[in-house]
């Protein structure tokens, strides 16, 4: 998992609320378990006129031009400030999955879906809670600036705007301390990975019938 500490980029605007993981990486993309390949298909309903197909490229599909990742002006985000409840729905993987893909690190809203807020850490994304007066005002100041960046520090635990507000948020320490390291479960069970070994060579040796071959 790739590490995280600080991050300036593009702010999106996604004023929606309620936004489910089927909205996020409708349902017949969900064959795959591979963790890549699905940014092109993130929003796929908001975000192309035509219903898209797993295995067929997005290249050519007419955009709905009203769609916020359709506009120019937010190409290359990497923060999405949204609104309560993101990531509700089913408990799919996969939508943080198509999230990272197609380049999202941060997520601010009011509130997340418990099991979709736990992924997003295991994948290497940063949920961000705020009140929805901060939301607001973001959510404002994004539209009125073409080209609206924000400041990430996951270590001072800060949203910095352009205008120079730094803004507090909570992280659970353990959780920071994953995120810092780009440990997700695989890179936390290798930290023991000594012991590990260590322990199967024990075992080999008191009970050799168990491990034929």
């Known amino acids: 998992m790739e590490a995280f500490n600080t991050i300036t980029a593009i702010a999106v605007p996604l004023d929606r609320a309620n936004v489910d993981t089927d909205a996020i990486i409708p349902?017949?993309?969900?064959?795959?378990?591979?963790?890549?390949?699905?940014?092109?298909?993130?929003?796929?309903?908001?975000?192309?006129?035509?219903?898209?197909?797993?295995?067929?490229?997005?290249?050519?599909?007419?955009?709905?031009?009203?769609?916020?990742?359709?506009?120019?002006?937010?190409?290359?985000?990497?923060?999405?400030?949204?609104?309560?409840?993101?990531?509700?729905?089913?408990?799919?993987?996969?939508?943080?999955?198509?999230?990272?893909?197609?380049?999202?690190?941060?997520?601010?809203?009011?509130?997340?879906?418990?099991?979709?807020?736990?992924?997003?850490?295991?994948n290497g994304i940063l949920p961000i809670v705020q009140p929805s007066s901060v939301v607001d005002e973001l959510m404002q100041d994004i539209e009125a600036t073409p080209g609206y960046e924000l400041t990430v520090d996951l270590e001072a635990q800060s949203i910095n705007t352009?205008?120079?507000?730094?803004?507090?948020?909570?992280?659970?320490?353990?959780r920071k301390h994953c995120l810092l390291n780009g440990l997700d479960d695989i890179g936390l069970t290798l930290q023991h990975l000594d012991e590990i070994q260590a322990f199967e060579q024990k075992r080999r040796s008191e009970a050799p019938w168990a491990f034929p071959g």
């Open 27 to 122: 349902k017949q993309f969900l064959k795959s378990i591979q963790r890549s390949g699905f940014g092109p298909n993130l929003f796929d309903e908001w975000r192309y006129l035509d219903q898209g197909q797993p295995g067929v490229s997005c290249e050519g599909r007419p955009l709905n031009t009203d769609f916020v990742l359709n506009q120019a002006r937010y190409a290359g985000g990497k923060v999405l400030v949204t609104r309560d409840n993101f990531g509700c729905g089913s408990s799919r993987e996969h939508a943080p999955w198509a999230l990272l893909d197609y380049g999202f690190r941060v997520i601010i809203a009011p509130s997340f879906a418990d099991i979709f807020f736990n992924n997003c850490f295991k």
């Open 162 to 174: 352009p205008e120079g507000k730094s803004i507090a948020f909570e992280v659970d320490p353990f």
